[in-house]
């Protein structure tokens, strides 16, 4: 059995329209798990025109997940940092007060839609860096990150129905740590960049983190805690997050890249963090306060 999973952003979900596809697909008994904003229903099986559905339903504003009904909350939380627990690129943002900003930019935009291989990019764009002030890191944390909306909620929620949250990034643990803490990760894992006498050195340490080593630290954590890849939410946006959202037995392609969204069937475009809490039926009463 599956779970037909209907999000929008708060009273944007219209009651009449979610009755008809329920109605038209023999589903079961609906369920508001946040009234105006997200409703589930069983379905037997995947309808034959469920993408054709879906496509409609993204034009108004309204994302349609088909999830399986076994195994559906799940036990361990793997994240993205980068525009996904938060709603900037890390390195963009150093660049930018380093006066490369634009350029760099270019740079990740084509390595998260997987058009540049991960660690040469990452090496090319940190070797820009080279010369500024590592005080700049603190900096852009305090006057440039901003939080996804849910994240905190999502990360207490699955704490408190004993769930594990692990932050792997790509990006750097100068960040991750920060937002590791903010959040309520219990663990992250990112690369190391280098400095010396208080100025970034243009290189980051070796091995470089990148798709592979989410995928390691998918099972090397799981693993760990006596879980199976099935226990295992993953979510991410951009082309190095493929492996784990394929690992994952939940793998959510969050606000992703077009290329990185059309290899996945799990898609957030609409919705915030609290989104993967209804995608394992958590009802918006359930929530646990951040």
């Known amino acids: 059995m599956l779970y037909a999973v209907l999000i929008s952003k708060p009273d944007r979900l219209d009651p009449v329209l979610a009755e008809s596809l329920r109605t038209a697909w023999g589903g079961g008994a609906p369920r508001w798990l946040a009234l105006g904003q997200a409703l589930e229903f069983p379905v037997i099986a995947a309808p034959e025109n469920f ?6 339903l993204q034009g108004m504003g309204v994302d349609l997940n088909l999830v399986p009904a076994e195994n559906r909350r799940k036990r361990m939380l793997l994240a993205d940092m980068d525009s996904t627990m938060i709603g900037q690129e890390c390195i963009d943002e150093l660049a930018d007060l380093a006066g490369v900003g634009a350029h760099v930019a270019a740079i990740t935009a084509r390595a998260m839609n997987g058009e540049l291989d991960f660690e040469a990019a990452l090496k090319e764009r940190v070797a820009l860096l080279r010369g500024l002030p590592e005080a700049v890191i603190g900096r852009v944390l305090q006057e440039r990150i901003t939080y996804t909306q849910g994240g905190r909620e999502l990360i207490a929620t699955m704490h408190v129905n ?6 792997v990034s790509g990006g750097f643990t100068a960040f991750t740590q920060a937002v590791s803490a903010h959040l309520g990760f219990d663990e992250h894992r990112a690369n190391t960049l280098l400095a010396s006498d208080g100025h970034l050195t243009g290189a980051v340490a070796e091995p470089i983190l990148g798709r592979q080593a989410k995928v390691d630290a998918l099972e090397e954590i799981s693993a ?6 099935t226990d295992v939410l993953a979510v991410g946006d951009g082309a190095n997050d493929l492996g784990m959202l394929h690992r994952a037995g939940l793998g959510v392609a969050l606000h992703a890249k077009p290329s990185v969204a059309a290899q996945c069937e799990i898609r ?3 919705g915030d963090l609290t989104a993967l809490l209804f995608l394992q039926g958590y009802a918006v009463e359930e929530f646990a306060a951040a």
């Open 51 to 56: 993408r054709q559905v879906w496509q409609d």
């Open 268 to 270: 957030v475009n609409h």
């Open 224 to 229: 760990r805690l006596g879980l199976a890849a």
């Open 162 to 167: 004993g769930g594990h949250a692990a932050l």
